[in-house]
Each structure stands twice: as structure tokens, then as C-alpha cells.
């Protein structure tokens, strides 16, 4: 088994996306399908704003937590899982947000 939550997490998904809806939320929200999957990240992202408003650390780890289960939920929906972001995180390692946003607009 993995050490790192984030695989394990995905592993879980993966298994749940096809059980009960009656007792997984994952195969629940599986079941109601992408738009709606989205639509709860939409509303998870907007929790984890308005936790980054206060000042209560504890809110917003729980947000953001919420906000990546439910990023992750999504990604399998597509068939895509955390490595197809860390290969996507890598390619774009050292490449200045700026310098990017800049080489657009001159293209
Ligand atoms: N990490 C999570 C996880 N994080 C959040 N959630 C659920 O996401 C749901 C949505 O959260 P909300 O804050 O919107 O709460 P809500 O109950 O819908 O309530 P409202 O805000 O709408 O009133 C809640 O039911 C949370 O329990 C999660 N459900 C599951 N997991 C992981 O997924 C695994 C498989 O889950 P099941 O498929 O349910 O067995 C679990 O073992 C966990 O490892």
C-alpha cells in the first residue's frame, strides 16, 4: 500500500466509484454523474475562499480537504488521477507564471 494519501485516496475511488450508493458517497456521486460532481467542487472551491477570508486554520484545512476528495472525484470521473497533474506540475517546473502569461500574449 501506498504511503502517500493522495494515492491511497484514488485507489479508494477508484474501488467505491462502482459500489453502493446507499452506503459509499463516492459511488453516490459517481451515480449522479460529472455535472453534478463538478458542481459540488464549484461549491467546495467557494467554502475554501470564503475559509481563506477568516482566520480559522482549522476551517480551511477542512475546506481545502474537501475541496481536493472532491478534485479527485472528478479527475476519476474523466479517468485521469493525481499523476496525469504531477506529470502536468513537472513539465511546467521552473517555467515562470509570468514569463508564460507574457509569451502568450506576444504569440
Ligand atoms: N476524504 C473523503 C471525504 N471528504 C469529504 N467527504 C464527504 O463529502 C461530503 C460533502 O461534504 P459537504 O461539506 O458538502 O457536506 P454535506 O454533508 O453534503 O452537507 P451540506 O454542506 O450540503 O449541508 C460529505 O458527506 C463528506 O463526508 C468525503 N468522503 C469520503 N472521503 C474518502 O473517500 C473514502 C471512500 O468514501 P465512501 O465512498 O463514502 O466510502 C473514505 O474512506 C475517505 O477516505
Given at each position: 500500500?501506498?504511503?502517500?494519501?493522495?494515492?491511497?485516496?484514488?485507489?479508494?475511488?477508484?474501488?467505491?466509484?462502482?459500489?453502493?450508493?446507499?452506503?459509499?458517497?463516492?459511488?453516490?456521486?459517481?451515480?449522479?454523474?460529472?455535472?453534478?460532481?463538478?458542481?459540488?467542487?464549484?461549491?467546495?472551491a467557494v467554502?475554501?475562499?470564503?475559509?481563506?477570508?477568516?482566520?480559522?486554520?482549522?476551517?480551511?484545512?477542512?475546506?481545502?480537504?474537501?475541496?481536493?476528495?472532491?478534485?479527485?472525484?472528478?479527475?476519476?470521473?474523466?479517468?485521469?488521477?493525481?499523476?496525469?497533474?504531477?506529470?502536468?506540475?513537472?513539465?511546467?517546473?521552473?517555467?515562470?507564471?509570468?514569463?508564460?502569461?507574457?509569451?502568450?500574449?506576444?504569440?
Amino acid at each position: 500500500m501506498s504511503d502517500d494519501i493522495l494515492d491511497r485516496l484514488v485507489a479508494r475511488i477508484t474501488l467505491n466509484r462502482n459500489g453502493d450508493p446507499a452506503t459509499s458517497y463516492v459511488a453516490r456521486m459517481t451515480a449522479k454523474g460529472r455535472a453534478k460532481i463538478a458542481q459540488k467542487l464549484g461549491e467546495e472551491a467557494v467554502e475554501t475562499v470564503i475559509a481563506a477570508m477568516g482566520d480559522d486554520r482549522g476551517e480551511l484545512i477542512g475546506e481545502a480537504s474537501d475541496l481536493v476528495f472532491h478534485l479527485a472525484l472528478l479527475l476519476a470521473d474523466a479517468g485521469l488521477s493525481f499523476d496525469d497533474i504531477r506529470t502536468e506540475l513537472a513539465r511546467r517546473e521552473g517555467i515562470s507564471g509570468l514569463a508564460e502569461k507574457a509569451s502568450r500574449k506576444a504569440g
